[in-house]
């Protein structure tokens, strides 16, 4: 399955920032003289530093199965482990993908389904790259079963610098694979938990790309 990604190339969560620091440089520009320009130059780099923030690049899927769980993330994977999944209670393998702040942090679903229940949790602001992270930051996670009944768990988790914590779907929403369903600012990372006997596509240290490859297998249920 081959499809162009249907959204700006823009994040709309950017919007806002990149119209306030143009508008604040043009200004500052106009009607300051001298060295005053420093601070039009300096709304001038957020404004490109936010360009390449909010970025959304459009990515064709790549050649999914039935049982293809797609990369939900950019960044660099930093755990693959067999782990108790603590929002389902069953045993599960988890991938975390970490992403700084020069990733794309525009997220895509992992599987097609329906999204059987969501959780947001408050929480601290650690080092999203830490193992803690997962359980003690900021975090939302979402509840995902599969058209053959398999479940699947994606969680944002907020970072050290992220505090802004964004999901489009809700309860009872279908989604499909490669959906664009949420954003976070700043730096973050992103769990999936999936079935123990799934056949994981990625490496510890692979640096991954949202949308655009296949982060592991499924296992094939029995009849």
Known sequence: MKTDYPYPILAREGWPFLLMFLGLAIVLQIFLTGWWLVFSAFFYLLFLFSLQFFRDPRRPLPDLSPQSVLCPADGRVIAIEQVEDPYLSRAAIKISIFMNIFDVHVNRMPVSGVVHNVWYFPGRFFNAALDKASLENERNALWIQTPDGQDVTVVQVAGLVAR???CH????NSVV???RFGFIRFGSRVDTY???DTQVQVRIG???RAGAQCLATLPVLAP
């Open 169 to 172: 779907v809700q309860k009872e």
């Open 194 to 196: 999936l079935p123990p």
């Open 164 to 166: 802004r914590i964004v």
């Open 206 to 208: 692979e640096r991954v």
């Open 177 to 179: 694979i490669g959906q």
